[in-house]
């Protein structure tokens, strides 16, 4: 797969783990706990945007849109995610992952900023400043064949929250990026969810 493929192309579960009741699913073998929906992600972003993409609960996603998990490599696999994506005017987008993470939040965070993980970028994103109400935040730009992504990860806990905007310029994508994280980090904490608690 590609930097820019989605990192959610082939939702397969772990042969070994048990299957869990979902909310959205009805059922996602192999996922830990449901991620809760987060409304607030919406109301953050720009006029316009529509949700085009709600992919449910299953752990078998990368961190941060747009990272690539082929070729296979070591590293951390999360134990539950989701995924979000919308589309806005003139060819912007947005894509919200999280993932949780069994105890291992803070490694996972680290993996995605230096980009060693089990799923990593093309290249190693230039970082940018974001400040985000969580334990860890991290934001850089790349480039993809549709032109400067804007990708962030905050961290709550063991959960962390990943998000892509495509079709900005800088300044635009990462304060769209520092509040699609804002809202989701307080999104789960409002939601009670267990591991997001930091």
């Known amino acids: 797969a590609s930097p820019t493929a989605s990192p959610t192309a082939s939702p397969t579960a772990s042969p070994t783990a048990s299957p869990t009741t979902s909310s ?9 706990y449901d ?3 987060l409304p607030g992600v919406a109301a953050v972003l720009p006029a316009g945007y529509e949700q085009v993409l709600d992919l449910g ?9 747009g990272q690539a998990c082929d070729p296979p490599r070591p590293g951390l ?6 995924s979000w994506s919308w589309a806005g005017p003139g060819g912007t987008s947005a894509t919200l992952v999280v993932t949780g ?9 680290t993996e995605v900023v230096d980009d060693t993980g089990r799923c990593r970028f093309g290249a190693q994103p230039e970082t940018v400043p974001v400040v985000v109400d969580a334990d860890d935040s991290w934001a850089g730009t790349w480039i993809d064949p549709t032109g ?3 990708s ?6 063991d959960v962390l929250v990943g998000v892509s905007v495509r079709g900005h310029d800088l ?5 769209q990026v520092e509040a699609v994280l804002g809202a989701a980090v307080a999104g789960l904490r409002a939601a009670d969810l267990p591991a997001a608690d930091g």
Do not use: E, H
């Open 24 to 32: 959205t699913t009805g059922g996602a073998p192999g996922v830990a």
């Open 35 to 37: 991620v809760p929906d």
């Open 57 to 65: 609960q299953y752990a078998n996603v990368s961190a941060v849109d």
């Open 77 to 82: 696999v999360p134990v539950a995610g989701r």
């Open 101 to 109: 993470w069994d105890g291992r939040g803070a490694d996972a965070f």
């Open 148 to 150: 400067l992504v804007v």
């Open 152 to 157: 962030g990860a905050a961290r709550a806990g």
């Open 171 to 175: 300044d635009p994508g990462r304060r």
